[in-house]
T-cell receptor, first 118, second 116 residues
Framework: AQTVTQSQPEMSVQEAETVTLSCTYD???????LFWYKQPPSRQMILVIR??????QNATENRFSVNFQKAAKSFSLKISDSQLGDTAMYFC???????????????FGKGTKLSVIP | NAGVTQTPKFQVLKTGQSMTLQCAQD?????MYWYRQDPGMGLRLIYY???????DKGEVPNGYNVSRLNKREFSLRLESAAPSQTSVYFC???????????????FGPGTRLTVL
């Protein structure tokens, strides 16, 4: 079974600064997907970024980027130029790649509560 | 294009009552999912449907049943609600079908359920 660990229950960052959220995972799979989801106070789960394990290049989406270290099983999220709207819970999630291995289940970490301070 | 919609948004039940949570998606996705989120926890999969006509258990299926009514709709039923089922329930959908590989899941706004 896969496990996803987010070791920082809460973090804060000044507006316009950069912050990095940590995520580690445990799996015996070689091919998989990793995701970061954002959950603002509205409770809506919003996809921030995704990474395919077979790709060596780190994914980026505007101000959001990841540092994917496959050997270390680490998948951190960097938010640059933090904005007040980035205040939310952030969840790291793991998905196996192949249907016959049960690829449809996302395994989530417990989340990191990020507060952006004006 | 509404994405994934869920009804109701809030519900309070008494122990032993039954209810059905409704979910619909308009993205022509093949796969649909039901998750629950408890305080201090990430989401955990209850059931999923890889395609119309199929359903499978996830991590925490006990006390729940599901129906994939058609490609758009996937309902979750609590036959005899218990306080342990107090949670926020999320429906999600993704393009992947039986022949697909893992891909991005898109979530509805959630239903907050309280069982007294």
């Amino acid at each position: 079974a896969q496990t996803v660990t987010q070791s920082q229950p809460e973090m804060s960052v000044q507006e316009a600064e950069t912050v990095t959220l940590s995520c580690t995972y445990d799996t015996s799979e070689n091919n998989y997907y990793l995701f970061w989801y954002k959950q603002p106070p509205s409770r809506q789960m919003i996809l921030v970024i995704r990474q395919e394990a077979y790709k060596q290049q780190n994914a980026t989406e505007n101000r959001f980027s990841v540092n994917f270290q496959k050997a270390a099983k680490s998948f951190s999220l960097k938010i640059s130029d933090s904005q007040l709207g980035d205040t939310a819970m952030y969840f790291c999630a793991f998905m196996k790649l192949h249907p016959w291995a049960g690829s449809y289940q996302l395994t989530f970490g417990k989340g990191t509560k990020l507060s952006v301070i004006p | 294009n509404a994405g994934v919609t869920q009804t109701p948004k809030f519900q309070v039940l008494k122990t032993g009552q039954s209810m059905t949570l409704q979910c619909a998606q308009d993205m022509n996705h093949n796969s649909m999912y039901w998750y629950r989120q408890d305080p201090g926890m990430g989401l955990r999969l209850i059931y999923y449907s890889a395609s119309e006509g199929t359903t499978d258990k996830g991590e925490v299926p006990n006390g729940y049943n599901v129906s994939r009514l058609n490609k758009r709709e996937f309902s979750l039923r609590l036959e005899s609600a218990a306080p342990s089922q107090t949670s926020v329930y999320f429906c999600a959908s993704s393009e992947a079908g039986l022949a697909g590989v893992g891909d991005t899941q898109y979530f509805g706004p959630g239903t907050r359920l309280t069982v007294l």
